[in-house]
């Protein structure tokens, strides 16, 4: 065992041992966190696994919703490829346990393990994969040592490292470094994202190029039928302005308000739908509206059909809505980029035909932002006044902004293939001679 990973091993392990008492105690009183806490702690029920069948298995961990739809698409062409492999999901968050339980009934879905040894080390044994595929940014030390350790190949898919946080990982890349060499293959999304992992210490030779898996699963979301259901539900009039403001973060809401203050001086039908990355921070953001004297309503109401949309404002207060809510922008906004928090995906909106507002702090999407500025349907804004100027030009100009957007869904459309080209990068994982013509 390395000295690094042994380190990281004991500070980890420490401060379960110390925190679990209480945490424990927490869960059992108020109920938060239950979910699935036995199977972080690597203890899988036999049905969860135990379903699948005899032989090979490819296990897919990705973090959250977006992970989980990337690794839906990979899954169906994993299905072509290698029809006869078991394939097993896992994500750390409950929402994406719920998509990937939505997305892959005939297989099995898990809560992702701790990383911690104890943790890996039982759920890998009882899962027995052949590969072990993480996404995007999902890098665990533990989980990767000991898939080394029991022969098990392993991958970082649709991978990604953003200019900013490669800074922070360089502070470590003597640990890093030792965690990479765990890694068999890395197939990334850019160029970028390449040239980052490798100077973090990636071996070059293991790392490859194929694209954003996020393009595949955009375009068979889109569904007429899906975006005029979002307008009933909205009560919207035929021509009526909608400004959607996805995955906002602290800071940002203050200037989208600014920004929609002044759009409604000009066009005073135009609501605003505001949909906070956090949903523990709708408390706040009701204050901010009340203290600025906007009514509002919440969107698990309009859904439910319990009341019909009166109010100039909507606060999403349900998961998994945005992509549809896109639909019927007229302008839409990607949060965590007015602030310093590396940007949200603006091809969600751009697949619907959007132009897409964003602010400068766009390193996480970086590609994304380079596609959409390419066809002019990608605005970046700094300041609400440059917003709302943009804004106001975009609605005053509706056939600019329609062939705009068109061109940028074509873009996204056309730049298909990477889920299929990360899932034989993986089937040439797998042992045996029949999968490297894969």
């Known amino acids: 065992m390395k000295l690094s990973y042994a380190a990281y091993v004991t500070l980890s392990s420490s401060l379960f041992l110390s925190l679990f008492p209480p945490f424990f105690t ?130 970082l898919v649709n991978g990604r490292i953003s200019g900013r946080s490669v800074h922070k990982y360089k502070r470590f890349r003597f640990f890093f470094r030792n965690v990479l060499e765990s890694v068999d293959q890395f197939s990334m999304i850019s160029q970028d994202d390449a040239e980052r992992i490798i100077a973090l210490g990636a071996d070059p030779k293991r790392v490859t190029v194929n694209g954003n898996g996020k393009y595949e699963f955009l375009g068979t979301g889109v569904d007429p039928y899906l975006q005029e259901k979002t307008r009933e539900m909205l009560n919207l009039a035929p021509s009526q302005n909608v400004f959607v403001a996805g995955s906002t973060r602290t800071g940002e809401e203050p200037i989208i308000l600014a920004v929609y203050e002044k759009v409604v001086q000009r066009h005073p039908d135009t609501i605003l739908v505001i949909a906070p990355r956090h949903l523990t921070r709708i408390p706040e953001i009701k204050l901010l509206l009340r203290s600025r004297g906007f009514e509002y309503q919440l969107w698990s109401q309009l859904r439910s059909g319990s009341i019909q949309r009166s109010a100039r404002v909507v606060i999403v207060d349900t998961y998994g809505e945005l992509f549809n809510l896109y639909s019927v922008g007229t302008i839409n906004f990607c949060g965590a980029s ?54 106001l030009r975009l609605l005053e100009n509706p056939e600019s902004a329609r062939a705009r957007g068109l061109r940028a869904r074509e873009a996204v459309l056309s730049a298909q293939g990477a889920a299929r080209r990360h899932a034989q990068v993986i089937a040439r994982l797998l042992p045996g001679p029949d999968h490297l013509m894969r």
């Not at 896992?90 to 997305?103: K, Y």
């Not at 996480?364 to 970046?380: N, R, V």
């Open 26 to 155: 927490y869960t059992r009183l108020t109920g938060r966190y239950r979910k699935g806490l036995k199977e972080r702690l690597g203890f899988f029920p036999a049905h969860s696994v135990g379903a699948l069948r005899a032989g090979q298995r490819i296990w897919i961990h990705g973090a959250s919703l977006g992970e989980i739809r990337v690794a839906a698409a990979i899954k169906e062409h994993l299905k072509e490829l290698v029809p006869e492999c078991g394939i097993i999901l896992s994500a750390t968050t409950d929402h994406g346990c719920e998509l990937a339980r939505e997305i892959h009934k005939e297989g099995s879905v898990v809560y992702a393990p701790l990383d911690l040894v104890f943790s890996v080390r039982k759920a890998l044994s009882v899962a027995k994969p052949s590969v072990m595929v993480f996404l995007e940014t999902e890098i665990w030390p533990a989980w990767l040592f000991e898939a080394r350790r029991m022969g098990i190949r392993t991958t």
């Open 338 to 391: 007015l602030v310093p928090l590396g940007g949200q995906n603006p091809l969600e909106a751009a697949v619907w035909g959007k132009v897409v507002f964003y602010g400068p702090s766009m390193e996480d999407f970086h590609d994304a932002k380079t596609l959409l500025e390419k066809q002019g349907a990608g605005i970046e804004v700094s300041s609400s006044e440059s917003f709302a100027e943009k804004a």
